[in-house]
């Protein structure tokens, strides 16, 4: 539900791995289901190799060329990478360093005296700039699936990099092993790392959860990889932490596509099973600490798996899918300016939506209803913003994104059928800027369904100064997530450890625990 992932108006491609996505009003949900997502599908890293230049001009351009391409409230860095052969023939691929690809193939590049053009079948995309006087600038337009973007870039003769600082580098102070681990009932093999404290031991352990889209182990997005950041953290801190790359992603097996929540818990649960299995694991004392949507997959697998020890809900959702949609996209239509008459019609206009998809199973009739509804809004308000304004393309990829299997149960799973049958302890925090899922309301349905459930278990707080990735941030918006440097605010990492090292030695689990196991 980050991706990462949100955002404001109309359906598009993707401007840079080419993927179908809504970047104007259907940002509010695509920024929630795939910014923390990486590219789907696998890009053939070949560069193209132009005609030869001179000496001279390559010496001028070589190096990165980098700059912000702005989509709405989105804004993605793109990089065009200029090098040359021994035969002087250029070499250009493009990187998308928010998205984590790179060497992106080119088709055609065209260098004068003053211009530079370069071409992508992949993307479908074209890049035109015109050279600077003294060569560090690049004023130009992206043009992609028939959206033009203006897109200035510049120069460095360095390799661009983000600066992450808080990235763990090897030589790490634990112990780390590759993991491939088999949930026979989706016939999906899971890859994964488990690291483990180098002394002691059995450990307490915790499950990391991605949130919402296809994610590797590392829930890397925009350059960060904030499970990398957690896990590391974690077992510095005594405590094993197994993270796996999303079915389908990375080094797993299977498919997302057709998959909805309920079968990525069933994923978690092979995880689970798998950890109990392992000697250096104590197995009273393993919980689950998921992200986003994987805050809702937490809950969903511990009142089902009552063995779970603990659980973390980090921006966990406590309301329907619906619900953080629809909160959603009015704080970051607000964000953007819309007037709130403008606002309350979006609202409008995506409930009536919401409730086609829920009140049609068939996707064809969903279909003709959600057109229906969309052009009586247009002829209600020719003039307003939001999905008003997007094309009939775009509302036929809108309509697609809506209907698939995941978003049709998305909408309608309530986390409070499930944390009202979690009895385990629970820690859920929310950071006070998170746009995507809203900290007061979620936060306040969370304390209220455990305490309906029975459950006293539970330490909840909302964070000052938070964004969704809990990053300390400025405004919370998405096009923040890539800017800001830090990874995961150091407050969150030690509350996290401080929380999980004192639940692990507490009665409290160990009596959960029994209770539980009784009950089975």
Known sequence: ?????????????????????????????????????????????????????????????????????????????????????????????????????????????????DSLIVKSKVLKATYKGAFGSDFTELKGTWTQSFTEFPLNLHHSFEKYSVKRPQEPKPPYPYIEKEVVIKNEKAGVDLAGTLTLPEQG????????????????????????????????????????????????????????????????????????????????????????????????????????????????????????????????????NRKAGLSEKDIEFEAKLRTKIYTAIRKNNDNEKAAKQIKLILKSAKKKNPDGNGLVKITDQQADLFIQQCTTPWFRMFLVLDPVDYLSQTKCPVLALNGSLDLQVPAKENLKAIEKALIYGGNSQYTIEEIPGLNHLFQHATTGNIDEYGKIEETMSPEVLEKVADWISKIAKSEIVKSSVSLCVFSV
């Not at 182990?217 to 499970?227: A, Q, S, T, V």
Request: glycine share 10%.
């Open 1 to 113: 539900m980050t991706n990462p992932c949100l955002r404001q108006a109309g359906v598009n491609i993707c401007v840079i791995c080419g993927e179908k996505r809504n970047f104007k009003n259907f940002m509010n949900f695509m920024n929630f289901i795939n910014l923390k997502r990486t590219i789907l599908g696998l890009f053939i890293l070949i560069s193209f190799e132009g005609f030869s230049q001179s000496k001279e001009m390559i010496e001028k351009i070589k190096g990165s060329w980098a700059g912000p391409l702005k989509v709405g409230a989105a804004e993605l860095t793109v990089v065009i990478n200029i090098t040359a052969n021994e035969k002087d023939s250029l070499i250009v691929t493009i990187d998308s360093p928010d998205q984590s690809v790179n060497g992106i193939a080119t088709s055609k590049v065209r260098v004068t005296g």
């Open 201 to 332: 031991g059995p450990f307490p352990a915790v499950i990391l959860i991605t949130g919402s889209g296809t994610q590797n182990r590392d829930e890397e997005m925009m350059g960060h990889k904030p499970f990398l950041l957690l896990a590391d953290y974690l077992t510095r801190r005594g405590i094993a932490v197994l993270r796996c790359d999303d079915r389908g992603f990375g080094k797993s097996t299977g498919t997302m596509n057709a998959g909805t929540t309920l079968d990525f818990v069933s994923d978690v649960v092979a995880e689970f099973n798998f950890l109990k299995m392992q000697k250096e694991i104590d197995t009273t004392r393993i919980g689950l600490a998921g992200h986003s949507e994987g805050g809702l997959i937490a809950p969903i697998v511990a009142s089902k798996q009552k063995d779970v020890a603990f659980i973390i809900l980090l921006a966990g959702p406590g309301v329907t899918g619906e619900q953080i949609l629809l909160l959603q996209t009015a704080l970051l």
